[in-house]
């Protein structure tokens, strides 16, 4: 309550979410080629969520497309443009000084680029009492103002498609995350069935491979992960009791087991030594 949209997003953000908005069209474009379609045909059909109920087709529904993206791209593609706006004392030889403005070339703006020329004229003239250079200034000023709050109108009107939209990249992201980290860890997909059975052998724990060497023998060596064998029988089979002394690893083979569980729910590859990747478990 008591915000103004139009004063809290500035130039700076319009030109990120254009950068937002190309990065979904692309995403689009790649989903949609014809390699992607027919030999994963999944992460077409995720992608496809980010399409956005358009106007009513021939058949009386709402078609879907990405129209609403490519139109709010056209409105705010290539508006505003980074300056250099040095050189200042901080910085004599204007590296790191830049300012965002909105675009003063091929003519995006046509009116607003009269205007400047018209302050640059008057740059010019010695003569001037400064009042001329003011005024123009003012013009420029309340035209950048109302050229500013139509971009930002633009935005406001495709935001739900834009959420949407990022919704489904959000997800494809996911999907990557987990498939980039199988390919690292050389992880392996199990197999999942309905009858209670859990068979992975030598199971190693992802963070205790990150910092300690893996290694099938355990001599004492308090910088090795030993692997674990994770085995249920099913069938009725409803308990496992693990026995050991202190220190011997029950805690963490208990530990293992929940996390393979939720590795294989949420689709993750499961970690396995070198001497069992390979095999099914």
Not at 53 to 70: F, Q, V, Y
Not at 198 to 205: D, L
């Amino acid at each position: 309550p008591g915000m103004d949209i139009y004063q809290e997003i500035d130039l700076e953000m319009i030109l990120k979410a254009e950068q937002v908005v190309k990065l979904l069209l692309d995403t689009v474009d790649w989903a949609m080629s014809e390699k992607i379609k027919d030999n994963t045909p999944g992460l077409a059909d995720l992608v496809r969520n980010m399409e956005c109920p358009t106007e009513e087709g021939d058949g009386g529904g709402k078609e879907r497309g990405i129209k609403p993206l490519s139109d709010l791209m056209a409105a705010i593609g290539g508006a505003v443009e980074i300056v250099r706006a040095g050189p200042t004392i901080a910085d004599p030889n204007n590296r790191f000084s830049y300012q965002f403005q909105l675009a003063s070339e091929d003519g995006r703006f046509p009116e607003l680029d009269r205007l400047r020329e018209k302050e640059a004229r008057l740059l010019e003239q010695k003569n001037d009492d400064g009042r001329k250079l003011a005024m123009a200034r003012d013009e420029i000023s309340i035209v950048e103002n109302q050229i500013t709050r139509a971009l930002i109108a633009s935005m406001m009107r495709a935001a739900p498609d834009l959420q949407r939209a990022m919704d489904a990249l959000a997800r494809l992201d996911a999907v990557f995350a987990r498939a980039s980290f199988g390919c690292d860890w050389d992880g392996v997909i199990p197999v999942v069935g309905g009858e209670g059975r859990v068979h992975v052998e030598r199971f190693v724990h992802p963070i205790l491979a990150l910092e300690k060497e893996v290694t099938n023998d355990f001599e004492g060596d308090a910088m090795a992960a030993v692997p674990v064998d994770l085995m249920l029988p099913g069938q009725g089979y409803q308990t496992l009791m693990v026995s050991g002394p202190n220190g011997g690893g029950k805690t963490l083979a208990l530990k293992s087991f929940g996390l393979a569980a939720m590795m294989v729910k949420l689709g993750i590859p499961l970690t396995l030594s070198m001497s069992s990747r390979g095999s099914s478990p």
